[in-house]
C-alpha cells in the first residue's frame, strides 16, 4: 500500500533508530535551556485605525480570535463606554472605552506568534474552571503578551498547538475556507482493516454530515494500529468520533503538522516563538485562500 505521509513515516523510523541507540548505551542527561535562550520572538507592530468594528478590537486585545470576540459581543458580555453593545460592526474610536468581564480591554498591536508541542492531560483555554492545567500554565511568564490558542485540542491530544495575539491570523487559520493542512498520528487499540480504512476514505457519516478526510493511510514500519491520517475539516472531536463509528478507540492522538509548521526539535510541553519566515508563511498561506 502507498504511504501518504512520508513525514510520518520518517519520524518512526528515526524513533526506532534513536531507541536502539539509547538501549546500546546511557544518554548522559544535559541540562535543560531556558526558554528564553532558544530564540528571540519576532515581533510585528500593527497600527490601529481611527475607527475599528468592535469585534476586531476586542480581538486585538488578545483574549481570543475575531469570530469568537464577534460572540462574545453578540452574547452581550461586551461593554463600551459602560453599556452594553450586542452589534459586532460597532465602530470603536480610541476615545472609547471597551470591557469585558468587568476590565477594560486594551489593544495589542505588538503581536507574537508561540508553538507549542502540548502535552497530555493540559486543557486547550485560557483557563479552567475546575482548576485544571491549561496551556497558558505551561507558559507562565516567559511571554508578556497575552495570546490565546489557535483552534483546540482536546485535554487527551497531544501535540501542535498555536497561541497568539494576533486575531486576524487566527480567524484565518481558522476559518474552514482556508482548509489548513493538518495530520495526525493516531494509536488505535486494535489494527485497522483495509476494508475500514477504505470506508474511511470514502467519508464517515457523522451528526454534522459526511466527514471527509484528506488522507488516511498505515504508517510505514509500524503495526496497522498506527494511522496517519489528514484532515482540515475542524469538528469537535472529529478523528476520534471518525474511529468510533466503527468500533476503534483511538489510545493516542498526536498532531505532528499544522499548516506547514512540524514538531522539529520541539520536545513535548516545550514551546518556541516562530520565526520571520514561519510568520511570512503563515499569513501567505492564509491570504492565498
Given at each position: 500500500?502507498?504511504?501518504?505521509?512520508?513525514?510520518?513515516?520518517?519520524?518512526?523510523?528515526?524513533k526506532?533508530?534513536?531507541?536502539?541507540?539509547?538501549?546500546?548505551?546511557?544518554?548522559?542527561?544535559?541540562?535543560?535551556?531556558?526558554?528564553?535562550?532558544?530564540?528571540?520572538p519576532?515581533?510585528?507592530?500593527?497600527v490601529?485605525?481611527?475607527?475599528?468594528?468592535?469585534?476586531k478590537?476586542?480581538?486585538?486585545s488578545?483574549?481570543?480570535?475575531?469570530?469568537?470576540?464577534?460572540e462574545?459581543?453578540?452574547?452581550?458580555k461586551?461593554?463600551?463606554?459602560g453599556?452594553?453593545?450586542v452589534?459586532?460592526?460597532?465602530?470603536?474610536?480610541?476615545?472609547?472605552?471597551?470591557?469585558?468581564?468587568?476590565?477594560?480591554?486594551?489593544?495589542?498591536?505588538?503581536?507574537v506568534?508561540?508553538?507549542?508541542n502540548?502535552?497530555?492531560?493540559?486543557?486547550?483555554?485560557?483557563?479552567?474552571?475546575?482548576?485544571?492545567r491549561?496551556v497558558?500554565?505551561?507558559?507562565?511568564?516567559?511571554?508578556?503578551?497575552?495570546?490565546?490558542?489557535?483552534?483546540?485540542?482536546?485535554?487527551?491530544?497531544?501535540?501542535?498547538?498555536?497561541?497568539?495575539?494576533?486575531?486576524?491570523?487566527?480567524?484565518?487559520?481558522?476559518?474552514?475556507?482556508?482548509?489548513?493542512r493538518?495530520?495526525?498520528?493516531?494509536?488505535?487499540?486494535?489494527?485497522?482493516?483495509?476494508?475500514?480504512?477504505?470506508?474511511?476514505?470514502?467519508?464517515?457519516?457523522?451528526?454534522?454530515?459526511?466527514?471527509?478526510?484528506?488522507g488516511?493511510?498505515?504508517l510505514?514500519?509500524?503495526p496497522?494500529?498506527n494511522?496517519?491520517?489528514?484532515?482540515?475539516?475542524?469538528?469537535?472531536r472529529?478523528i476520534?468520533?471518525?474511529f468510533?463509528?466503527?468500533?476503534?478507540?483511538?489510545?493516542?492522538?498526536?498532531?505532528?503538522?499544522?499548516?506547514?509548521?512540524?514538531k522539529?526539535?520541539?520536545?513535548?510541553g516545550?514551546?518556541?516563538?516562530?520565526?520571520?519566515?514561519?510568520?511570512?508563511?503563515?499569513?501567505?498561506?492564509?491570504?492565498?485562500?
Amino acid at each position: 500500500m502507498k504511504h501518504e505521509f512520508p513525514y510520518l513515516c520518517d519520524m518512526a523510523k528515526k524513533k526506532f533508530h534513536r531507541g536502539q541507540r539509547n538501549q546500546a548505551r546511557k544518554k548522559k542527561k544535559r541540562p535543560g535551556k531556558d526558554f528564553n535562550k532558544l530564540n528571540k520572538p519576532v515581533i510585528s507592530t500593527q497600527v490601529l485605525a481611527d475607527k475599528t468594528r468592535l469585534n476586531k478590537y476586542v480581538a486585538l486585545s488578545g483574549i481570543c480570535s475575531r469570530r469568537k470576540a464577534a460572540e462574545l459581543v453578540k452574547d452581550g458580555k461586551v461593554k463600551v463606554n459602560g453599556k452594553i453593545n450586542v452589534n459586532p460592526g460597532f465602530e470603536v474610536t480610541k476615545d472609547d472605552v471597551v470591557e469585558y468581564a468587568g476590565k477594560k480591554l486594551v489593544p495589542q498591536l505588538d503581536k507574537v506568534y508561540v508553538l507549542m508541542n502540548k502535552p497530555k492531560n493540559t486543557i486547550t483555554t485560557a483557563s479552567d474552571e475546575k482548576g485544571r492545567r491549561t496551556v497558558l500554565d505551561l507558559i507562565g511568564d516567559k511571554v508578556p503578551q497575552r495570546i490565546f490558542p489557535v483552534g483546540r485540542l482536546d485535554r487527551a491530544t497531544t501535540g501542535l498547538l498555536l497561541l497568539t495575539n494576533d486575531g486576524d491570523l487566527a480567524h484565518s487559520l481558522s476559518h474552514p475556507s482556508s482548509q489548513v493542512r493538518k495530520i495526525y498520528h493516531a494509536t488505535l487499540d486494535k489494527p485497522l482493516t483495509e476494508k475500514d480504512l477504505a470506508k474511511i476514505k470514502k467519508g464517515i457519516r457523522l451528526e454534522e454530515g459526511i466527514a471527509i478526510v484528506d488522507g488516511i493511510s498505515y504508517l510505514e514500519e509500524k503495526p496497522k494500529n498506527n494511522i496517519g491520517i489528514e484532515i482540515h475539516i475542524g469538528w469537535n472531536r472529529i478523528i476520534r468520533r471518525i474511529f468510533e463509528q466503527l468500533n476503534y478507540e483511538v489510545v493516542k492522538l498526536d498532531r505532528v503538522y499544522f499548516a506547514g509548521l512540524t514538531k522539529k526539535d520541539l520536545k513535548r510541553g516545550w514551546f518556541r516563538h516562530l520565526n520571520g519566515q514561519e510568520i511570512i508563511m503563515l499569513k501567505h498561506f492564509t491570504k492565498r485562500n
